[in-house]
């Protein structure tokens, strides 16, 4: 079965600092990956996805991320972080032939300090 | 274009209580999902429905969870009685058409649940 593994629990980054999330998937063939964000009382709001072609997909709000295949990860990144950017960020995996089932990693809470 | 509108928005409820959320999805949207999400953990599907179809429902506890959704737009999703462990927020997705991952599914704002 498929998996997605969110090592940070929490970061903490300055405000106009750079960005990395780390996200480590487990499947056999190539996954469909995505990034999801949720703010405080908000559902979640899709960032990018990766289903094949370039690896360094853009997305919105500046986000982009790399899918490596060699390293099973899809991390996202931004390069200069705002405040309203402190979110919990969730990384996800599709399928083929799952139906549109998502698994979803346990998240990473962003706070950005001023 | 409106989202997914999902309602209560909180519920607090004694164990062994009855609840019951609703969700009306995006219009036009055929396929509909119930997560589960409990603190600390990220979203659990709970149950896809195709239509009116159910596609998946293999992580619903089917003794105390049940779903439905009548004429293929609004779903309710029903637990009875609660537990403890079902303190949660449940969210409710749609997408535009019943295929795979490519799919994009749009969130709504989801219902805290509290079992006390």
């Known amino acids: 079965a498929q998996s997605v593994t969110q090592p940070d629990i929490h970061i903490t980054v300055s405000e106009g600092a750079s960005l990395e999330l780390r996200c480590n998937y487990s499947y056999g063939a190539t996954p469909y990956l995505f990034w999801y964000v949720q703010s405080p009382g908000q559902g979640l709001q899709l960032l990018l996805k990766?289903?094949?072609?370039?690896?360094l997909v853009q997305g919105i709000k500046g986000f982009e991320a790399e899918f490596k295949r060699s390293q099973s990860s899809f991390n996202l990144r931004k390069p200069s972080v705002h405040w309203s950017d402190a979110a919990e960020y969730f990384c996800a995996v599709g399928i083929t032939g799952g139906g549109n089932k998502l698994t979803f990693g346990t998240g990473t809470q962003l706070k950005v300090e001023l | 274009e409106a989202g997914v509108a999902q309602s209560p928005r909180y519920k607090i409820i004694e164990k062994r209580q009855s609840v019951a959320f609703w969700c009306n999805p995006i219009?036009?949207?055929?396929?509909l999902y119930w997560y589960q999400q409990i603190l600390g953990q990220g979203p659990k599907l709970l149950i896809q429905f195709q239509n009116n179809g159910v596609v998946d429902d293999s992580q619903l506890p089917k003794d105390r969870f049940s779903a439905e959704r009548l004429k293929g737009v609004d779903s309710t999703l029903k637990i009875q009685p609660a537990k403890l462990e079902d303190s949660a927020v449940y969210l409710c997705?749609?997408?535009?058409?019943?295929?795979?991952?490519?799919?994009?599914?749009?969130f709504g704002p989801g219902t805290r649940l509290t079992v006390l």
């Open positions: 990766y289903f094949s072609g370039d690896t």
């Open positions: 997705a749609s997408s535009f058409r019943a295929g795979g991952p490519t799919d994009t599914q749009y």
């Open positions: 219009s036009g949207h055929a396929t």
